[in-house]
């Protein structure tokens, strides 16, 4: 339903923007600030294992709202859930992702409206802001997470045979694991913000250049 939603009011600022009311990069700004909302509600991370014989399935997510590890077993016909123990340290960082980005969500509509007024150097300034928020936000979650996995499966992406407790039983299974659906849509958010960051500094270029080129 939320999906469904910003899909909808996307489209109403696609209509804005082909009637010029709004601008292409204000749309761009627009796209960021969903893609980061919808981040939210999105696995980060995930790590999925397999195995035919005997059956089982394991599955380990993180989450940012609210920052948490969960596991899903599924096993011997049962299936559990469990919120697995995680360093204090990163916890703390976890909850601190969700003000984070809804500060760069702020920080990028403020960008719009400025733009739209005749302080349009400060939504200029803003949008800078908010392309640099995004970038940290991105890397300190890759490190955070390259740190949970380094001491345990090795690294943050790849895929392999890792042996798992069930019960008194230990189990073989074929795994993959990496960066999830809400890590990449705030990557894409940085480039669609970046881009509508590159139009704002060649526009401004041009107006410079026009300024101060000689009048026929």
């Given at each position: 339903?939320?999906?469904?939603?910003?899909?909808?009011?996307f489209?109403?600022?696609v209509?804005?923007?082909?009637?010029?009311?709004?601008?292409?990069?204000?749309?761009?700004?627009?796209?960021?600030?969903?893609?980061?909302i919808?981040?939210?509600?999105?696995?980060?991370?995930?790590?999925?294992?397999?195995?035919?014989?005997?059956?089982?399935?394991?599955?380990?997510?993180?989450?940012?709202?609210p920052?948490?590890?969960?596991?899903?077993?599924?096993?011997?016909?049962?299936?559990?859930?469990e919120?697995?123990?995680?360093?204090?340290?990163?916890l703390?960082?976890?909850?601190?992702?969700?003000?984070l980005?809804?500060?760069?969500?702020?920080?990028?509509v403020?960008?719009?409206l400025l733009?739209?007024?005749?302080?349009?150097?400060?939504g200029?300034?803003?949008?800078?802001?908010?392309?640099?928020?995004?970038?940290?936000?991105?890397?300190?979650?890759y490190?955070?997470t390259?740190?949970?996995?380094?001491?345990?499966?090795?690294?943050?992406?790849?895929?392999?045979?890792?042996?798992?407790?069930?019960?008194?039983?230990?189990?073989?299974?074929?795994?993959?694991?990496?960066?999830?659906?809400?890590?990449?849509?705030?990557?894409?958010?940085?480039?669609?913000?970046?881009?509508?960051l590159?139009?704002?500094?060649?526009?401004?270029?041009?107006?410079?250049?026009?300024?101060l080129?000689?009048?026929?």
């Open positions: 339903l939320l999906s469904l939603f910003f899909s909808l009011l489209g109403f600022f209509v804005l923007t082909l009637l010029k009311k709004f601008s292409f990069q204000s749309l761009l700004k627009t796209l960021a600030i969903l893609l980061i919808l981040s939210l509600f999105q696995p980060w991370w995930m790590l999925i294992s397999s195995s035919k014989i005997p059956p089982a399935e394991r599955t380990t997510t993180i989450y940012v709202n920052g948490v590890m969960i596991k899903t077993i599924k096993y011997d016909g049962d299936t559990t859930f919120i697995a123990e995680i360093p204090d340290q990163v703390m960082f976890l909850g601190a992702i969700v003000p980005a809804i500060l760069t969500c702020l920080i990028l403020s960008s719009i733009k739209r007024t005749k302080k349009k150097q400060f200029f300034l803003l949008s800078i802001i908010g392309v640099v928020l995004l970038c940290i936000l991105l890397s300190s979650f490190f955070v390259a740190k949970i996995t380094e001491a345990s499966i090795g690294a943050v992406q790849g895929e392999g045979a890792l042996t798992f407790s069930f019960g008194s039983e230990e189990i073989i299974m074929q795994s993959s694991w990496g960066l999830s659906t809400g890590f990449y849509f705030i990557f894409v958010a940085v480039i669609i913000a970046a881009i509508a590159g139009i704002d500094i060649r526009t401004k270029v041009m107006q410079k250049k026009k300024l080129s000689p009048q026929n």
